[in-house]
């Protein structure tokens, strides 16, 4: 007759050898179902026509818009600030509405027509907001700047259009260029070197001479 001892080794033999019996299928599954560590990332063609000019690519299908524009089109205006869409360092204008080009795939403006910094004005024929800037001193670093110029230049547009903001009192009516919506508008574009008046300034230059 066996002893206790033996009872319990023999009971933990049988424990042990089901779980392994039961997890080597297990193992060998997952090991089948996971992509070779030598895989090739997906990529696709994607064309848009970047600050006027027809640009073709063939882009692993993670890239963003961002990465596109300053490590593929070797537009480097366009700045990386935080990656995580909260600085607005980034900014460029898809089809007349600004966006956080960080945030956005390329593959998905296929089709898409995009503005960024260099496509606003040369040094010899500034865009009227990039020429209010200078006259303002609307910046210090100048690293956020190519993200506010190209939002500030959408934030008129916006107005103009009659798209309210969070802070419209009329959201029907004629929307007004004032201090208040220009400076909710650019909220989402951080300047760390605080130039925020100055900006401002210089928006409400250019407003003023659109309206
Ligand atoms: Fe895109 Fe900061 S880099 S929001
Ligand atoms: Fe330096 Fe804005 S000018 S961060």
């Keep these: 007759m066996r002893d206790a001892g033996e009872l319990e080794i023999s009971r933990r033999g049988i424990i042990v050898g ?3 019996t039961v997890a080597l299928p297990a193992v060998a599954a997952t090991r089948t179902t996971s992509p070779p560590a030598t895989a090739e990332p ?3 063609p994607v064309s848009m026509t970047v600050n006027g000019q027809h640009r073709s690519l ?3 299908t993670r890239t963003t818009l961002l990465d596109a524009l300053r490590e593929h089109l070797h537009l480097a205006g366009t700045k990386k600030g935080c990656d995580h869409g909260q600085c607005g360092a980034c900014t460029v204008i898809v089809e007349g509405r600004r966006i956080n080009s960080c945030l956005t795939l390329a593959l ?3 089709g898409d027509r995009i503005t ?3 496509g606003l004005g040369t040094p010899d024929k500034l865009h009227p907001m990039q020429a209010a800037f200078v006259k303002h001193d609307g910046y210090q670093c100048g690293y956020c700047t190519p993200g506010q110029i190209c939002s500030a230049v959408a934030v ?3 107005i103009k259009a009659g798209i309210p903001s969070h802070v419209s009192e009329d ?3 004629a929307m007004r260029p004032t201090n208040m919506e220009m400076r909710e508008r650019m909220s989402g574009n951080i300047c760390r ?3 925020y008046s100055n900006i401002a300034e210089a928006m409400a230059d250019v407003a003023g001479e659109q309206a």
């Design 18 to 20: 089901g779980a392994a």
């Design 156 to 158: 008129l547009d916006e």
């Design 108 to 110: 998905m403006h296929d």
């Design 42 to 44: 997906s990529r696709a």
């Design 58 to 60: 063939e882009l692993d």
């Design 171 to 173: 959201l029907t009516g």
């Design 193 to 195: 070197c605080g130039a």
């Design 116 to 118: 960024t910094i260099e």
